[in-house]
């Protein structure tokens, strides 16, 4: 951004935004609301939630995407029955991960929305995983302070000229050691995370790169609990699940498919097992409208959780309880605005 430290647009913006962050809505207890497309909801009222999911998806990269390159009208018509055969189904809110500069499309979002019946939450922030193939010119230049201003004016002002505001961040890094572009875009949403209260859900390649981001935040001031470990389940090494949890984290399983509910049945008993079942998220990364493939390419439904995980756990002994902590208050609380800053201990 071309403004600078003394500018006094930038500093009534930050006072705007801090003021925004101690305002009621970010009340300890009371009155906490997850921002979806058509506007905040109350958390308690999400109903079951699938936290990571796609609707549309354009892998052109950074330097050639641009708007037009897919028929909206046509979008909406494919899209729209997946996102009515979950909500039949009774899934009430899906959060959309599809980042800016890989497909974001808040207005189709709305529509779809709409028309569903279906909350969609979307979000703020950058991909640096895929060795910055999506990571825009200018986010190679600007500070972290810089992004961080543009995200947080996504939430105080809405994306792209609409009303829409973002309900997390998400963010992307590359496996092992943290890239000089993803710790900048880690530190971004650390500090979007204190001025807004949104979430931070990070596509993390491994359990190096997650304990990497934990360190960040913490260093940060911000509580474990404002970070979501995304695609956890492709580190094989359950003891950094378990840690990451145990420090209050959020251990997001989001590759579920027909073909691994066994596999995600072993992972999420293993969890419970441990009594960290209030730290798991879990969700397909599903979808998606492929751009520039013909129709949009091969869609896979939402769908698996409910038609075959769901009921193998209820046979294992999975009560009412559990169920509805994994779908239903995680979710929840995940998602609810509200800064999470470390306590002293
Ligand atoms: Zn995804």
Redesign the pocket.
């Known amino acids: 951004m071309a403004q600078r430290e003394g500018d006094p647009t930038r500093r009534d913006f930050l006072k705007a935004a801090a003021a925004l962050a101690a305002g009621h809505r970010f009340g300890p207890s009371d009155d906490l609301t997850v921002v979806t497309v058509r506007g905040p909801v109350k958390a308690d009222s999400l109903g079951p939630t699938l936290p990571?999911e796609?609707v549309l998806v354009d892998f052109i990269g950074a330097e050639r995407i641009r708007p037009g390159r897919y028929d909206r009208a046509e979008v909406f018509r494919i899209v729209l029955p997946y996102l009515r055969e979950v909500r039949a189904l009774g899934c009430r809110t899906l959060c959309e991960?599809t980042p800016a500069f890989l497909g974001r499309d808040v207005q189709l979002l709305l529509q779809l929305s709409r028309a569903s019946g279906i909350h969609l939450v979307t979000n703020t922030g950058l991909y640096g995983a895929a060795n910055d193939r999506y990571v825009p010119g200018y986010a190679r230049h600007e500070s972290a302070e810089e992004l961080a201003e543009r995200w947080i004016r996504e939430f105080t002002h809405g994306i792209e000229g609409t009303s829409v505001r973002p309900g997390f961040i998400k963010i992307g890094v590359d496996p092992g050691h943290l890239s000089p572009i993803d710790r900048k875009l880690v530190v971004a949403a650390v500090r979007t995370h204190r001025a807004t209260g949104l979430t931070i859900a990070a596509?993390t390649g491994n359990g190096t790169a997650a304990l990497e981001q934990m360190e960040i935040l913490s260093s940060h001031g911000v509580a474990a609990s404002a970070w979501i470990w995304v695609h956890a389940q492709n580190e094989p090494d359950l003891a950094i699940h378990e840690q990451v949890a145990r420090a209050g984290g959020w251990v997001e399983l989001d590759g579920l498919s027909d073909r691994s509910v066994d596999r995600y049945v072993k992972l999420l008993e293993h969890m419970r097992s441990k009594g960290l079942l209030h730290r798991v998220l879990v969700s397909h990364?599903a979808g998606w409208y492929h751009v520039g493939e013909p129709g949009g390419g091969r869609f896979r439904p939402y769908t698996t959780l409910y038609r075959k995980l769901l009921p193998e756990l209820r046979r294992r002994g999975w009560t009412d309880e559990d169920v509805h902590q994994l779908t239903v208050a995680n979710p929840a609380e995940a998602f609810a605005v509200r800064p999470r800053l470390k306590t002293r201990s």
Do not use: Q
């Open positions: 990571h796609h991960c596509h990364d």
